[in-house]
């Protein structure tokens, strides 16, 4: 049974990666791409708000409302 096990798992964490990205997708495009940046790109704070051109307070508040934004997006979602 432990394959089937791991088969269980492998579609947990596909179905839970599709379910992230369908609620990325619902951000704004500014939220998800200090977002994808910060998680998929590793750059820190400061590096994002070099990056984009903007203070680092507003990297800061964008990262802040999508998080909580993805929270209640994903939170909703659970059985």
Do not use: H
Not at 9 to 14: D, L, T
Not at 27 to 34: F, G, I, M, T, V
């Amino acid at each position: 049974m432990a394959s089937g096990d791991s088969a269980d798992e492998a579609a947990e964490v596909r179905a839970q990666r599709r379910a992230v990205q369908a609620a990325l997708a619902q951000l704004p495009a500014d939220q998800r791409e200090a977002l994808e940046l910060a998680y998929y790109g590793g750059l820190s704070q400061s590096q994002l708000a070099e990056r984009l051109g903007i203070p680092l307070g507003t990297v800061k508040s964008r990262m802040f409302t999508a998080l909580a934004t993805l929270r209640d997006l994903l939170g909703s979602q659970e059985p």
